[in-house]
């Protein structure tokens, strides 16, 4: 049995591998068929109609009847369903030419729905390890009909898996499947499959669609608490970006570059999490992805990660505190930029608007490399910009510049400890739950990358905040290049070869009381009485 079980396994996980690259026309909850033809396996033929998380339903003392075209009037809140909605199949003209016209059924193609739990339910036996349709040896012992697909019913569930039957009759090429509705009383990953055992309907298309509902919207299981999860961020982002504007306005005389482009990214924050609010309320609301919502939420998504990147490596470079400009190397910063952002766009624009299956395709990770290859060059960039930065702090006694940057130093390579200790965790996930049983988690992968980014953008806002002494963070005078500066350092970090100005002399005043921490405060002030 335990080879049969692993039989079983290996059938389900090659269904679901073909399918996952066959399913063209999907959208949302709905799931569209168009012309789409049967697979071979084994003995059997298989079309891959769907997979998706569904909830248990919350109603259930009027259950919705299977075959009934009243369904659609009935109150859909708390139910949880799937509905079969103008499902076609159509053989070739060969095929149907073959048949009697005067029989009243000339083959059958069955719907299958499963929870993935139970596919060890479906096909195989000990008798034929290789079987999914019952042949005549196996319809001896009358445990299924030849020419049907072989379901091991669950004692537990009366019922299921589900079987759905529909029949060509005489010689017609189409066969089309009564309005269905099943409702969904248990709580799983649940999987849809047309198939078909004889060998004539070989050709035979699907077309039509399926509608998916949960108990509380259309959104799939792994992506519902996303809306709520969205939701709360567009919460976290207003207050953030409140905090920031009070602190703005109160301190706009020394704003300095810097904090134009924090407060950028905070208003791309703000925007990027409202959207994908709106996004998946309108998902849940309709059973479909709003193409003009989507599409701004996903560039949304792709300019605000390529700026809080770009952000990451400016203040890593001391932008706007130990130089002024970036100089020469502006140009290289944008081409990254851009790079990464088509590279990010492209890959949000399949993962959003391609397959809403809850089991994800292999192709996407064509899309992921190169993000990640760019993810891993901001990286590397930034620390070895954050080495220089904190090398010529050091060596110029900016004692209170050197700290703030010790401090995002520490909270960056956390982030990056995280970051990879996530990565490896995800790739656990996937690598043990092939099937997508653990798909009531599966939510806090994307959840988990959105929150770290705000928390680093938190890091940022709290050591950058504006305040009534930006000589702290601010750039004061030092120049670009250290060939440049026109001032020698000793090692004491007392200047000496040349007089303040009356602005510097101020400047350094007031930023004695955060010397004082460090314990320079009083060579400073030795230093202006003698000059």
């Not at 009847?65 to 060969?94: A, H, M, Q």
């Not at 292999?362 to 960039?381: E, M, T």
Request: hydrophobic share 45%; aromatic share 12%.
């Amino acid at each position: 049995m335990r080879y049969v079980k692993g039989k079983c396994d290996l059938i389900i996980g090659g269904l679901v591998f073909l399918s996952s690259l066959v399913i063209t026309g999907v959208n949302g909850s709905i799931h569209e068929y168009k012309d789409e033809a049967f697979i071979p396996r084994f003995n059997s033929f298989f079309f891959h109609g769907g997979s998706e998380g569904l909830y248990a339903s919350k109603v259930q003392d009027s259950p919705l009847p299977v075959s009934d075209d009243s369904n659609n009037n009935k109150p859909l809140n708390g139910k949880s369903f799937i509905r079969f909605e103008s499902i076609t199949f159509r053989r070739t003209k060969e095929a149907a030419n073959k048949q009697n016209e005067m029989q009243l059924s000339t083959g059958i193609v069955e719907a299958i729905i499963l929870e993935v739990k139970d596919r060890n339910e479906i096909g195989g036996s000990y008798l034929n390890s290789d079987a999914i349709c019952c042949t005549p040896a196996l319809a001896k012992d009358g445990s299924c009909k030849v020419g049907e697909v072989i379901i091991h019913q669950d004692p537990e569930n009366p019922g299921w898996p589900k079987r759905i039957q529909t029949s060509f009759e005489g010689n017609s090429e189409e066969a089309i499947m009564v309005l269905q509705t099943v409702e969904i009383n248990k709580t799983g990953m649940y999987y849809l499959y047309f198939m078909f055992c004889n060998p004539e309907l070989k050709g035979t298309l699907i077309s039509g669609r399926t509608v998916w509902r949960n108990p509380e919207g259309y959104l799939p299981g792994k992506m519902a608490p996303l809306m709520t999860f969205y939701g709360l961020m567009s919460l976290a982002y207003l207050i953030l970006g409140l905090l920031w504007f009070l602190r703005f306005v109160h301190h706009w005389k020394d704003i300095i570059q810097l904090h134009y482009h924090i407060t950028a990214v905070i208003g791309l924050g703000m925007c990027e999490m409202a959207l994908w609010y709106f996004e998946y309320a309108n998902f849940n609301a309709t059973g479909s992805r709003p193409m003009g919502i989507t599409m701004w939420a996903v560039t949304f998504s792709a300019i605000k990660k390529t700026v809080s990147r770009l952000l990451l490596l400016v203040v890593s470079m001391g932008y706007g505190v130990v130089r002024p400009t970036l100089g020469s190397i502006t140009s290289k910063v944008l081409l990254l930029g851009v790079v990464y952002f088509l590279a990010s766009e492209a890959l949000e624009l399949v993962e959003h608007l391609g397959n809403i299956n809850d089991f994800s395709g292999k192709a996407r990770i064509f899309l992921v490399l190169p993000v990640a290859l760019l993810d891993s060059c901001f990286i590397v960039w930034i620390f070895s910009s954050l080495s220089k930065t904190l090398e010529k702090l050091q060596i110029r006694r900016s004692m209170a510049k050197l700290e703030l940057y010790r401090k995002f130093t520490n909270s960056l390579a956390v982030s990056v400890l995280l970051s990879v200790a996530w990565i490896g965790y995800e790739l656990y996930f996937n690598a043990s739950d092939p099937l997508s049983e653990l798909w009531r988690r599966a939510w806090i992968i994307p959840a988990f990358w959105t929150l770290l980014a705000y928390l680093l953008l938190l890091v940022i806002c709290v050591l950058w905040a504006p305040s009534n002494n930006p000589t702290r963070y601010a750039y004061s005078g030092e120049a670009l290049d250290d060939d440049d500066e026109g001032l020698s350092l000793t090692g004491s970090g007392v200047i000496v070869g040349g007089d303040l100005s009356k602005l510097e002399r101020k400047e350094r005043k007031a930023s004695i009381t955060a010397d004082h921490v460090f314990g320079l405060g009083e060579v400073v002030l030795e230093e202006d009485k003698r000059e």
